[in-house]
């Protein structure tokens, strides 16, 4: 009998719903959301289902989402903590990243309509 070995994490965009998703074995594991406001990408929340947790999973997730926007000649503003604390460790994008202002919060707000 052999061993079946899991599938990697795939990362795909869902622009209709504002974010990223992370699959394992096809099913979502887990997201992370934005709003692009001109050519910023504003990720303002991150998250991993709980029965996927402690796999790495959201580092994986953001890293691709950010790569995916630097692709793309896009902007990054992390106003979701993971995205910041994730930056913090990256260096690699901080050419891309711009911070988060008292704007951007009272924009993303309507946005989001809180």
Do not use: N
């Amino acid at each position: 009998m052999t061993e079946q070995t899991p599938a990697a994490p795939a990362v795909r965009r869902v622009d209709p719903r504002h974010r990223y998703e992370i699959l394992v074995d096809g099913e979502r594991a887990g997201l992370t959301a934005y709003r692009d406001r001109d050519d910023r990408r504003v990720f303002f929340h991150t998250e991993v289902d709980e029965a996927y947790a402690g796999q790495g999973l959201a580092s994986i997730l953001v890293e691709r989402a950010l790569t995916d926007v630097r692709a793309s000649g896009m902007r990054i503003v992390p106003v979701c903590p993971y995205v910041a604390k994730f930056l913090k460790k990256h260096e690699e994008f901080a050419d891309i990243t711009d911070p988060v202002t008292p704007e951007v919060l009272e924009w993303l707000d309507g946005q989001l309509k809180r």
